[in-house]
């Protein structure tokens, strides 16, 4: 069984569409992040979740806009699509205990080309 | 600030060698440190952590260790195998959710 599940795998699309990538964890935790990786393979947070609370917004461009329905669903919508997104998006979830962080399990990955 | 760098480090290591992938962190106030292992075309899968309270951990075949008067951190694999093959990041986190990646070490293991 899949613990985070990401979909689509690959994604190919053209400037200026909008596009979505939807995220799932089955294991029960409260927070879940969405990472952007580049080609020089630089993990870089985006965005944070806590029980459905945005945590943290790493400066991202207000075009992305995540969405948390519940706790094990986090999903990422992008507006107006640029080159410079083409890259490997990871979602990931953890458990926080007593504000101490814990191991992050992350899902596949969805590679964005935009062309 | 961020401990990261500007390249993608490659070590190279003889199968059956032990392996040690170096990491500098730059955040005094980090308490929490992860090490990731990221095969290619998958997400990164943990290896092991360390809190601040401890200087050495070890699991199976991987020792974790943590200098914080210099702010270092390493991995030892003990017994490389071609498996291990892979690209490893250190991670760190200051108690809350935002944890700051490495530049990753690419780990070759030839046969």
């Known amino acids: 069984d899949t613990a985070v599940s990401q979909t689509p795998k690959y994604l190919v699309t053209q400037m200026g569409n909008d596009k979505s990538i939807k995220c799932e964890q089955n294991?029960?935790?409260?927070?879940m992040y969405w990472y952007k990786q580049d080609s020089k393979k630089f993990l870089k947070i985006m965005f944070s979740?806590?029980?459905?609370?945005?945590?943290i917004n790493e400066t991202v461009p207000n075009r992305f806009s995540p969405k948390s329905p519940d706790k094990a669903h986090l999903n990422l919508h992008i507006n107006s699509l640029e080159l410079g997104d083409s890259a490997v998006y990871f979602c990931?979830?953890?458990?926080?205990?007593?504000?101490?962080?814990?191991?992050?399990?992350f899902g596949p990955g969805t590679r964005l080309t935009v062309t | 600030g961020e401990s990261v760098g500007l390249h993608l480090p490659t070590l190279s290591v003889q199968e059956g060698d032990n392996s040690i992938i170096n990491c500098a962190y730059s955040?005094?106030?980090?308490?929490?440190f992860i090490w990731y292992k990221q095969e290619s075309g998958k997400g990164p899968q943990f290896i092991i952590d360390i809190r601040s309270n401890m200087d050495k951990r070890q699991g199976q075949r991987v020792t974790v260790l943590l200098n914080k008067t210099v702010k270092h951190l390493s991995l030892q694999i003990a017994a490389t195998q071609p498996g291990d093959s892979a690209v490893y990041f250190c991670a760190e986190n200051t108690g809350g959710f935002k944890t700051i990646f490495g530049a990753g070490t690419r780990l070759f293991v030839k046969a």
């Open positions: 955040n005094s106030a980090s308490d929490y």
């Open positions: 990931a979830s953890s458990q926080q205990l007593a504000a101490q962080a814990g191991e992050q399990y």
């Open positions: 979740y806590n029980n459905k609370e945005l945590i």
């Open positions: 294991l029960g935790h409260d927070t």
